[in-house]
């Protein structure tokens, strides 16, 4: 049995929103636990493309999903895929997906994801800078490259639309390109650059950076399955596989898996499902890129990184429980050939898959419900990175009762 009963917020989830949320409770003065099933930064937060990502203020799909969905089925190498077998499983998400691609619901979600995207890479300076490591995150920009004269008509109008929505983006020659990039192929005609972003050299070592100023704070951590749980008059208790943990707040950050912690806390069924992304890390490419690029045509990413190149950006949706297609991360290398003036070694490289928490309308969960002893803040799709430090602010917020209207957006009883 672990004692907890001196624990002010429990802090279900220790991946980087849930960590960035522990240290910023505990900067407030709350006793906090962080309970995780394995070590902090081990899931989705360990592998993910690394980019700070405030451009992408547009939902996760729009509606030419539906024309790409018979080729989802069928190409099991395509950079969008569902499984087949976990179709009907995700006709109801897929269906509410649909409906928020109607123009109010789609701008809605626009509007939200920017409001969290704005204050994103402020939100990272402060948090980095209060633990000194502020080198961990390089605010150098990227690029959008496209290859075919038949894209610029597509490039030009992404351009149109993120400019009317006032993120800042320059259009970039095949010259420009080449100086800033020398080692990518001559062949690229252009693209677009994104100033107000950047990308961290070590995801997962920003997440035990964090973890580390956490624990200085007063922060505790229980390594512990999280089954289930329930409110009563004191706060909360947690079901575990370490017996029963009490605190007088919960905060639900367990990424895709908390949709059924939350259905047991309030009552509410969440439409979170998981978008397994793919990453294939590439240790002997160090001085490819100068900033991470991104593919138009061959949509991935490749991001530099202390311990190498990282390719990412895959998707596929197949639920929680099926095996990883780890073929899928090699397919990353095949998508990379031609980007560059020499192939990319794949010497020592290492596949990963991981789970992104994604609901229908693109917009996460940051909410105060059951009158202030749950807390949530999950679904972050794919800027659980980019969004991770505002979100802890604004948990910071929700804790001293303290949210604001800009907050209505990302409620829960929105479903």
């Known amino acids: 049995m672990v004692e907890t009963a001196e624990t002010d917020i429990a802090v279900v989830g220790a991946g980087i929103v849930g960590v960035t949320c522990a240290l910023q409770l505990a900067r407030q003065g709350h006793r906090v636990m962080l309970v995780d099933r394995q070590a902090p930064g081990l899931g989705a937060s360990f592998g993910n493309a690394g980019h700070l990502a405030t451009e992408q203020v547009f939902p996760i799909a729009d509606l030419s999903i539906l024309k790409r969905l018979p080729r989802m089925l069928l190409d099991p190498m395509g950079p969008l895929r569902l499984d087949w077998k976990y179709l009907p499983k995700a006709m109801p998400w897929f269906t509410r997906l649909l409906l928020n691609l109607r123009q109010a619901p789609f701008q809605r979600s626009v509007a939200g994801i920017r409001t969290l995207n704005e204050g994103s890479l402020g939100a990272w300076h402060r948090l980095l800078g209060s633990i000194g ?35 800042p983006v ?6 420009t390109v080449r100086e800033a990039a020398p080692q990518l192929s001559p062949s690229l005609l252009g693209g677009l650059f994104f100033p107000c972003t950047g990308h961290f050299i070590d995801p997962y070592r920003v997440v035990c950076e964090l973890f580390e100023a956490a624990k200085a704070s007063g922060v505790r951590f229980v390594q512990a399955q999280v089954d289930g749980g329930q409110l ?3 706060g909360v208790s947690l079901a575990s596989d370490q017996g029963m943990l009490n605190a007088r707040q919960v905060l639900v950050s367990c990424g895709a898996h908390s949709a059924k912690l939350t259905a047991a806390l309030t009552g509410k069924r969440v439409p979170l499902d998981t978008e397994r992304g793919y990453h294939l890390m590439l240790p002997g490419e160090h001085q490819r890129l100068p900033f991470a690029v991104t593919s138009l045509e061959r949509k991935f990413i490749m991001t530099p990184m202390a311990d190498g190149l990282r390719l990412a950006g895959t998707v596929e949706f197949a639920g929680l429980q099926a095996p990883p297609s780890m073929q899928r991360a090699w397919q990353l290398h095949r998508l990379s050939k031609g980007l560059f003036r020499h192939d990319l070694s794949v010497a020592g490289a290492t596949p990963w898959m991981g789970f992104r928490p994604s609901l229908p309308d693109s917009l996460p969960v940051i909410d105060r419900v059951c009158d202030g002893r749950v807390l949530l803040a999950f679904g972050h799709q794919h800027l659980g990175l980019t969004q991770a430090a505002v979100t802890a602010e604004w948990v910071g917020r929700l804790a001293e009762q303290a949210g604001g209207p800009e907050m209505a957006a990302y409620r829960l009883d929105r479903f």
């Not at 320059?170 to 010259?175: K, Y």
């Open 232 to 234: 009563h008059s004191a």
């Open 170 to 175: 320059d259009f970039w020659s095949a010259e």
């Open 133 to 167: 490591r502020s080198e961990l995150f390089q605010e150098d920009g990227s690029l959008l490259v496209f290859e075919k004269p038949e894209s610029r008509q597509t490039l030009e109008a992404l351009r149109t639309r993120m400019q009317q929505q006032a993120v």
